[in-house]
């Protein structure tokens, strides 16, 4: 193993720790005191506790529940997925019950329940984004969309565990009624937008599309000025019926500005596209790690 194997290992594994203690704090400080069910096997479990509350003095711990509900969902995992998956996700689902076990109960939020929906969400989409930055999930449901994902690949995990997550919210409400259940999913929302934007990245770029009869003029300014690629495209107008040169540009947010002014100086005809990029990979912009997903 190279050393830069190992240290995207050693990456990986401490993003997983990070993350399903941000995790843990939000079930155990902040969900679980205001009834909110966001989900997953955390969720059934904070169900399970304020359940049996009524035999068991302070009902069944989330750690056990959630580690004792993980079993048959790895055995399927470990023969679809492999070992390698399987290590890291073993890890997070240990983890996570290590600190539901770890941490004490403290309502953060203090019964509000709209605070508990908005910090409760980011704080765990954040620790559900590092946890799956590295290749991994905290086991229940969100390995149970990591399998669906696989088949599915036009959806991110995020987004299947929001679905999945949402039916689950659905048991919390004969639990604990409709005001925290609506709440949660507040929660699963924000928590899923939060978790996307680690997975996809945060760093926002510009692609412009540029139709012009000079097209070797502004490709020439733009590459010299800007320091920037340019790519052209040729094609016809279906109206006109004529052949033209497209030019594709992505450049960084900051210089969007100039391609405008640069374009508009030299051809003040020429059509402009803008669009968002949301993550750029290469010389120039954001180099990719192996390992991290980004």
Known sequence: MTVGRKYALV??????????????????????????????????????????????????????????????????????????????????????????????????????????????????????????????????????????????????????????????????LYVFGVRPALYAMVAVYAAAQVSDALLEGFKYSKAAWIITEKHEEVAKVLMEELERGVTGFYARGMYTKEEKCVLYCVVSRKQIVTVKERVVAIDPDAFVIVSDVREVLGEGFQEYLEGSGS
């Open 11 to 172: 990456r990986d594994y401490f993003c997983i720790f990070l993350g399903t203690a941000l995790l843990a704090l939000a079930i155990q400080c902040i969900f679980d005191p205001t009834g909110l069910v966001t989900g997953g096997f955390t969720g059934l479990a904070i169900v399970i506790k304020n359940i049996t509350g009524s035999w068991i003095p302070g009902g069944i711990p989330l750690w056990l529940t959630n580690f004792a509900l993980n079993i048959p969902v790895f055995l399927i995992a470990w023969r679809k997925m492999g070992w390698k998956f399987i290590a890291r996700t073993l890890f997070g689902t240990v983890m996570l019950s290590a600190w539901l076990y770890v941490l004490p109960v403290v309502d953060l939020a203090e019964q509000d329940y709209l605070l508990a929906a908005l910090f409760g969400g980011v704080i765990s989409g954040a620790g559900m984004g590092l946890v799956l930055r590295a290749n991994a999930t905290t086991g229940g449901t969100d390995m149970v969309a990591a399998l669906i994902q696989r088949r599915m690949r036009h959806h991110s995990v995020a987004r299947v565990m929001q679905v999945i997550d949402g039916l689950v919210v659905l048991t919390g």
